[in-house]
């Protein structure tokens, strides 16, 4: 009995074992009734052994395997179930493939996309990372911690800009009130006219250029004249 790595069209990893293992019928294993189009698509050494898959390339529509291969066959398409075998040379006999499980493969699948970043090592480090204003003076920071660079303004500033505008109280409104009612009274007293005797006036002369534009009035004119 010899374990090997079955990968289902759908993309699922599961361990198999095979009996009285041969190469050549491989594919009997993948539930094809021929060999047709089915081979060794590409083989990667791993530590002192090598590790091939066997897929077929050619297949009915909606039968593709989903499963993303590592390089360089992550862009090629296959149908099917794939397999995945280890063995002790590099073309494998019958008799030099050895066993090979789902957690191996794995292993093996994390090599060969460059390995995958440990967030929580990440997040250490980030830990561990030297703060770069720890270094600099309390003057030269706002009162949130961040530097003065020109761009970040603190509160304290915009606080002291708002203080420096006050709004008018209500006496001084009323006074400015006051001083308006007197300009007027004074230019009533020297012959000036008030703004109601301006609006009066404003109507009179409208009241002119209506009647002047009156053609009854016209009318009436030529009648006299005869």
Sequence with gaps: ??????????GSV?????KSLKVSDLYKKCKFRKPDD??????WKYKNKWV?????????????????????????????????I??????????????????????VYEKLLGGFED???????????????ESVSPSQKTKEGYLKDGFV????????EDSDYECPSEEESADENTDNEDED?????????????????DEEEEDSEVSDDDPASELSEEEYSY
């Design 119 to 133: 967030l929580s090592v990440t997040a250490q480090q980030d830990d561990e990372e030297e703060d770069e204003l």
């Design 86 to 107: 280890m063995h002790t040379n590099e073309t494998p006999a019958d008799s030099e493939v050895c066993d090979f499980d789902k957690e191996t493969w794995l292993k």
């Design 52 to 84: 091939s898959v066997y897929a077929k390339n050619k297949g009915r529509a909606n039968s593709e395997n989903k499963y993303d291969l590592p390089p360089p066959i992550d862009n090629d398409l296959y149908f099917g179930s794939l397999l995945v």
């Design 38 to 43: 089915f081979a060794k698509r590409h083989t």
């Design 1 to 10: 009995m010899t374990k090997v790595v079955m990968i289902n069209k759908g």
């Design 14 to 18: 599961k361990t198999e074992t095979v």
């Design 185 to 201: 009274d004074e230019e009533a007293n020297y012959g000036g006219e008030t703004e109601d005797e301006e609006e009066d006036e």
């Design 153 to 160: 303004v603190s509160d304290d500033i915009e606080e002291e």
